[in-house]
Every structure is written in C-alpha cells, then in structure tokens.
C-alpha cells in the first residue's frame, strides 16, 4: 500500500494528524523528495527506510514503488497534498502520482494535512472569513501559473476587482509585478503577511500593508521561492 | 489559557493533529456549541466537564470562560477554525471571540486543523491543483455572502468567468440560483461534488457533472445546509 501523507510544515510531528502519524509509524519506507523534513519526522524512521534529498527525483520514486510492491511505502507532501504539490518539470505533483499508481494498479490513498495557510492564521489568530469581512478567499501561485504559460493578467484583476483575501502560494517572484494591481483594488491599510519556513527554527513572519509596501522599491528580497504571502483586507464590512 | 481547536469532521480522533488531541487531553473544560461532535471525541473529556449541544449560546460560553479563568479551556470548531467558523446571529465566529478575549485579557491559542475541503480531497484523491489545471482556488458561502448582505452577482460573475476550482461552504440553499452561472463559464463536463457528514456514519459524496445537473430540475433537496460543494473544471490545460 502506497501513502500520499501530507506533513504540514514537514519540522513538527505535533502538526501531523493522528492518522498521518500512526501512517508514518507502520510504514516500511519513506520519501520525502526535497530537504524541507526535519529531525522530529526522520525519527519516525530510524528503524526503517527512508529515502530524502534533492536527489530523489520522480523517476527515483517510481522505482522504489516498483522494487517494494509488498511493502507499506509512505509518501510524503509538505502541506495538504490536494494544494500546490510537487514542483513543475522536477518533482511530480500529486495527480500525476495517482495517474501513475492508476496506470500500474497500485493501491493507495490520501492522507491530509495542514496546510502552510491553516498553520499560519493559526500562529497570528487570523480569521480568513470573520463576519465582518468578505466571505471569499482566493488560493493561487503566480510561479505555477507562469510555470504552465496560462497566467492570465485580465483573469487575475478580474478577481482582484473583488477584494478577496488572498492567498499566494509560490508567487514571491512575481509578487512586485502584481503590487501594482493590488494598489489599485485593496486600500492602502490592507495587511500583506510573508511567511516563510513556518515552524522551522529560522520561521520568520513578516505583517506588512500595502502602504508601505508600495513606498519600498522591493521587500522581497529576504524571502524564498517557497513564501507563503497572504492579502487580507482591513476593510470592515457595514452590515446593512 | 483558552484553546481555540480545528477538530475537522468532529467524529474521528484520527484526523485531529497531534498537538490537537493533547490540548484535549490537557483541558479541564471542552465546549462544542452544536451537535457536530462525536463519541470519539466526547470521550476524551469522559473525565472532565464538557459542554456541547445548541444550547451553548455564546452568551453561555462567555460565562463558562467567565467563570473558569484559572482552567484550560478548550473551544472546539468544526474543520479549521481559520475559515467559516460561527454562524451567523447564533454562534460567534472565531474573530469575533478572539476580539472579546482580547478585550477581556484572556491568554488564547489556536490550533489549526482540517478544512473538510482537506478533508473530501484526500478521500476522493483529488489534487485541487494539478500541473495539468488552473492553479486558482475560489472558496465563499453564498449563505454567509446574504447574510451578511454582501452578496453580489456581478463580482460572483466576474470571478467565475476565470474558471477557477471552485469550494462552497454554506451555499446549497442558493446553489440552485448559481447554476446558470456555472453553466455560462464551465464546461458541461465539469465535475460537480457534494459532500455532506464527511467521516460520520451517514457521510454522503455524491459525485456528477454540471451537465446532469443541468437536467434535473433541483438536486438540493437530499442535503443539508453544511454540505461542501466543490466544482473541479475538468480541462485539461494544453501547456504550450
């Protein structure tokens, strides 16, 4: 049995659900392609196998899964494996294993887990959706969507017209080039928080407004490509 | 302290994290104002005072929080407290909580957990954002949007011309008022799934296309006002 577990920050057993951790525990082996898994899980794997690393790429993968058909294979995602997995042209992305496990009649399932955005409002007490706000949050990753050429400039100020709270995933390379759009649709006191490595020990937190963000030429230096931006709105809604 | 804890579906053990089940664990007192909690769960505090039922106003959790300043609270919220907590003129929302306790000097925590959006992914291995699709995410409540009488077509419209995967919490009463806008931007193919009692006993995911839905007159009626709805475009993006 193969399992596709999500790990949320991939620092903290403590972020793992029950399921996901007694998953990992009754595994035989483990994968996490990259370095974002920290000490905590790899414990879990002490007495087993585990294979982690940039160097385990997809075709790396398919040929554990291949050599241990009989075995309890647990497959690790950062996050929730239904969001913004995998990394296009080097790692596969969550629907292109279950293709793949389709294909070849393996038997699998999907276990989730916290996402970088649920850990986040989390750790600053955000309510996406208070009563006194809009109801709609928007989830995307400028870096996927110019990734698969189908980043649309006219899509994405039609939904920014709408003052969502918004949630960017993968985006921070393109996050100057769309200030200008938020400018233009969220009052200039809407809080922008960047959030990178999220309960790992260099965790930083940055709460901003678009204000200030706009006086600086650019803030996004000190992040990384996996920074977790969120836009949210100040504005309180006036209950008619 | 006042714990503030995402239970997910609110009837398996297994899908609260780690640091979930401990905060239970470790409360003197559990509040769940509703009837969305199951044995599992109510079992944890077989040894402790809980409150659950409709009848646990907010005016009646202010009391108990009132009265027990010196114990560990724990206030349970279905799903991730982050997104569409409360409800609205009955129970508080998580913002609205977080304002009193802040008001009042309480020490508080939260403590994220499954979205059901999370949640109906992982059983139906969907991945909401595959390299093959748009990346955008679109989650509202139609219901919330009237209630709060913000609800407003055209910003609906234009958000839902740019074909985004699409989660509705709270929505199944206006689901029928929204069809014809679905049908106007999303291939008929398009996946449509309702999800009600996700991981209880009389869980329903009722899978179809908004073709189909398209011919029956109305499909609401065996659902009940907590249903997800999720609407998965099934284009597959041609990358060029």
């Not at 650019?218 to 008619?240: G, H």
Request: glycine share 4%; charged share 20%; net charge negative.
């Amino acid at each position: 049995m193969i399992s596709i577990v999500g790990i949320g920050s991939g620092n903290r057993v403590e972020e793992l659900t029950i399921k996901a951790y007694n998953t990992l525990k009754n595994s035989d082996i483990g994968i996490y392609p990259g370095n974002f898994i920290g000490e905590e899980l790899k414990e879990l794997f002490e007495d087993k196998t585990m294979f982690t690393g940039r160097d385990i790429t997809s075709e790396k993968i398919k040929n554990i899964f291949h050599n241990n058909r009989d075995k309890n294979i647990c497959l690790m995602v950062s996050g929730d494996p239904a969001l913004y997995s995998g990394q296009f042209n080097t790692n596969l992305c969550l629907d292109e294993h279950i293709k793949w496990f389709n294909e070849h009649n393996y038997n699998y399932e999907m276990i989730p887990g916290l996402s970088s955005l649920s850990i986040l409002c989390a750790k600053k007490s955000i309510d996406l959706t208070p009563f006194s706000k809009t109801q709609n949050v928007f989830i995307t990753s400028i870096e996927r969507l110019r990734d698969l050429k189908c980043f649309n400039y006219t899509e994405l100020k039609s939904i920014l017209s709408t003052k969502p709270v918004l949630a960017l995933y993968q985006s921070l390379k393109e996050f100057d080039n769309i200030k200008s759009l938020l400018m233009e649709f969220y009052p200039p006191t809407t809080k922008v928080i960047f959030a990178q490595s999220l309960s790992w020990s260099n965790e930083c937190i940055f709460e901003t407004d678009l204000k200030t963000l706009n006086e600086t030429e650019s803030t996004t230096s000190q992040f990384n490509d996996q920074t977790l931006i969120l836009v949210y709105p100040s504005t309180i809604l006036t209950i008619k």
